[in-house]
């Protein structure tokens, strides 16, 4: 869990050196300015904005009872907070895995992706999609007419 958490804790860091020089200087909204976008770097690529991850194999197990897509995403990813972003609340009805916490998930985005770790790479019902659009999503997860 803690893995998760290094890139906004760096970037939280760095802000913060880079605003407390521009602070010495005396430019203080610069400073603040430069502190507020590192902050909203970390929020973004923090645990906090994904629902919780599980691995590939229990998303899997998961799906095949409930029905819902498992959605391949990893940290960094614009395409990945897009569709996050873009789905709401709804994103928490998806099983999500980050390939690069799961070898499993890794696996099966190479082999949907022609071995390539091509992500957001949603699989619904056994057949994989890359980087969908979160509307079309959003329709999968609605029950059927």
Known sequence: MMRAWILPMLLVLSGS???AGLLLRGSTGAAVALLL???LLAGVNSPLIFPRSIGALEAQRRSAVDGRPVVFW???CVYCLRLR?????SARRLHWVDIWR??????????ANDGNETVPTLVVAGRPYVNPDPA??????SPPA
Request: aromatic letters at 10%; hydrophobic letters at 55%.
């Open 85 to 89: 972003i873009r789905l709401g609340r």
């Open 37 to 39: 976008v590192f902050l």
């Open 102 to 111: 799961d070898a499993d998930g890794a696996a099966v985005v190479r082999a």
């Open 17 to 19: 050196f880079v605003a």
């Open 136 to 141: 079309w999503v959003r329709e999968q997860l």
């Open 74 to 76: 990893r940290p960094g």
